[in-house]
């Protein structure tokens, strides 16, 4: 027994220095990656020297027999550094990019595998050099941490989903082989280290979602839909895959594939800082991009057309839309939306008898007011030539495509023949009932908001979203890009008063909470959600919510915890925006204004009224001369927040 026991330890020690290890660094060394390439390819990546996703095996399974990462014989490396500014067509959260890597290729018999260390995360992606077709049976991405932590996990019931999910809060070890959630989701490390894992350059193939591991309780690893072979289309909107194949995609000749993303921070405040997602997306497509326009949006559905204090019958008519496009034009928003409604839902080429879209589209230039028009994918699809072609003929800016509920092979290609269509006729496109931005925003810039969020829209019919909620969602689905959560209620309610009213919604939380909403969530398109006839009512709030911008110069995330709470700077120019929201707990936030250059300023705020926590709408104004040496407490109530415009003196 003892000489068996030798030879087995002196295998081991033979097995484990045939082994081959490589590393990359971040640009500061603050991130470190380190592969292993053995009978199996692992990575694992450190922060300050730290583990935080342990030694994690990767692979990928195609159709000839050829396994990416298996007993895998390195033939050559190659490390570069890059440093490079970005600037996007449509400004995020910054009007520049600054994007610095070193990235680290290891070359193998027929592909390669390529990982980035930046100084925020880290990055991996398979690259194929076959040149015939072929498809991809699995791909296996794995997350291995090591310890049982807590996690936010947006669960899935099914891949046929608009991916607008609660974000739960379990252990890893939770978290089985039969549950999975949508990406991006976000780990717990402890310490107050978080690590946000999504995906980035999402083209021609499967998104990710993220299942549990029966082969260890604290590991994550990716799922992802076969290519549909079959669907049955149940409504006009809902078109279900019925059957899908054995495989993951069919390929063709040399090509990327999706980086897989870990987004690792030491603070809260610099998950919702990040721009890692976008920066790995793929480069421009479209050279001339000076037509796309973003701004501020008067939206028809959340409010049902119930407009009030006119001469006519309102609904889904011209005259309707014409009040809309008068209060966009008074208040200088730059669009309105015909949501469901304007067409005929079996043929999008018919409109309903009370709409003429020409003469709407003729009256909002006279405003300066441009329309954009809610279709339903299938719909758009089954006439898209015929219908884009007319919809730039009226001189339509842009569409809501909806429904999609789908991120296969096929559906994820039908999110780009989309945009690029839409681009050749200079029309936006805002994707609903979609899966989170990762990358096609970057090659066509025209793609200029996404949804693939619990938003507004399901306080319809729901308590959810609520204030926990929001205060969540910057930390995990903003962190992918833009969100269309559609905000901008001036009906508000307390925990206690809230009702669900399908007709004249209400918001959870405060009505300060709302306006913090301009602020703290990111969307080119910006949705003014609530009935123009209550905004008439509500000129304090028009006067903040007529000039908050869609889009950012700068941006500086002052305090923020997960679930909890959020403040940020933001500047449009030579103004700073600051806005502040908490769950259902009151809280006061000391909030340091060192961002501002010299000189006084003048700081206008809008903040919840003294009785905020009886009476949900209940805000107060207030003007304040600060400085860069300012020191500002903010008091939201229950729900609550805070909003305020800082102008030089």
């Not at 310890?147 to 890893?172: G, V």
Request: with cysteine; aromatic share 12%; hydrophobic share 40%.
């Amino acid at each position: 027994m003892r000489r068996i026991s030798t030879l087995i330890l002196l295998l081991s020690i033979i097995f484990s220095l045939s082994a081959k290890e490589y590393s990359v660094e971040s640009p500061s060394g603050k991130i470190t990656i380190k592969v292993t390439v053995d009978e199996a390819v692992k990575y694992a990546v450190l922060l300050n020297g730290i583990e935080i996703v342990s030694p994690s095996a990767i692979s990928m399974e195609l159709s000839d027999g050829t396994f990416f990462g298996k007993t895998a014989k390195v033939k050559k490396t190659k490390t570069i550094s890059v440093s490079e500014e970005i600037i996007p067509v449509v400004k995020r959260k910054y009007a520049k990019i600054q994007n610095e890597y070193n990235q680290l290729t290891l070359s193998f018999k027929g592909y390669a595998l390529q990982f980035k260390a930046y100084d925020e995360g880290a990055a991996y992606r398979w690259v194929s050099e076959k040149k015939d077709t072929y498809k991809v049976v699995n791909e296996e991405a794995t997350f291995v941490f090591p310890a049982d932590h807590k996690i936010w996990f947006p669960e899935e019931e099914s891949m046929f989903t608009h991916q607008e999910r609660e974000y739960l809060r379990e252990n890893l070890s939770n978290i089985n082989a039969d549950r999975f959630g949508s990406t991006g989701m976000l780990v717990d490390c402890g310490n107050g280290v978080k690590t946000y894992i999504s995906e980035s350059d999402l083209m021609d193939y499967a998104g990710m979602f993220i299942q549990g591991s029966d082969k260890n309780p604290n590991a994550l690893v990716g799922k992802f839909a076969g290519v549909v072979l079959e669907e049955k289309q149940l409504t006009d909107r809902d078109v279900k895959p019925t059957k899908h194949a054995d495989y993951i995609a069919e390929c063709k000749g040399p090509r990327t594939f999706p980086w897989r993303v870990m987004l690792i921070t030491e603070k809260d405040e610099d998950l919702v800082q990040s721009e890692l997602i976008y920066k790995l997306g793929p480069e421009r497509k479209l050279e001339v991009t000076d037509w796309i326009k973003p701004g501020k949006v008067a939206w028809d559905w959340w409010n049902a057309n119930n407009i009030y204090g006119v001469d006519f019958e309102a609904g889904v008519n011209n005259d309707t839309y014409k009040y809309y496009i008068d209060f966009a034009s008074k208040y200088g928003l730059d669009y309105i939306i015909l949501d469901e409604g304007w067409y005929v839902l079996s043929d999008i080429m018919k409109q309903e008898k009370d709409i003429d879209i020409q003469e709407l589209v003729d009256y909002g230039k006279e405003k300066n007011v441009g329309i954009i028009l809610w279709v339903v994918w299938k719909a758009l699809d089954d006439k898209l030539t015929e219908a884009l072609d007319q919809f730039q003929k009226w001189g339509v800016k842009g569409i809501k495509i909806d429904f999609m509920q789908r991120d296969d092979q096929w559906m994820v290609n039908f999110y780009e023949k989309i945009a690029k269509e839409c681009a050749d006729r200079e029309l936006l496109v805002d994707y609903h009932g979609a899966y989170k931005p990762s990358g096609l925003n970057r090659k066509y810039p025209n793609v200029i908001s996404y949804e693939g969020l619990k938003g507004m829209e399901n306080n319809k019919w729901s308590p959810l979203p609520e204030p926990e909620h929001n205060v969540t969602l910057p930390f995990i689905r903003m962190v992918a890009g833009a969100m269309d959560f559609t905000p901008g209620a001036m009906i508000n309610a307390t925990k206690k008063n809230y009702s669900i009213v399908f007709t004249e919604p209400m918001s959870p939380g405060t009505r300060c909470h709302q306006l913090g909403m301009y602020v703290v969530f990111e969307s080119p398109l910006q949705m003014l959600a609530d009935n123009p006839s209550n905004y008439y009512r509500e000129p304090e709030c028009m006067e903040f919510l007529s000039v908050v911008p869609s889009v950012w110069d700068d941006t500086k995330v002052l305090k923020g915890k997960v679930s909890d709470y959020i403040a940020i700077a933001r500047r449009s120019g030579d103004t700073w925006y600051v806005g502040a929201m908490t769950d259902w707990d009151a809280r006061t936030l000391e909030l340091d204004l060192d961002f501002l250059g010299s000189g006084s300023y003048k700081m206008q705020v809008w903040k919840d009224g003294i009785n905020a926590d009886k009476h949900a709408a209940d805000f107060a104004q207030e003007e304040l001369e600060v400085s860069g040496n300012s020191k500002i407490k903010v008091k939201m109530a229950p729900g609550g927040g805070w909003v305020a415009i800082i102008t030089k003196k």
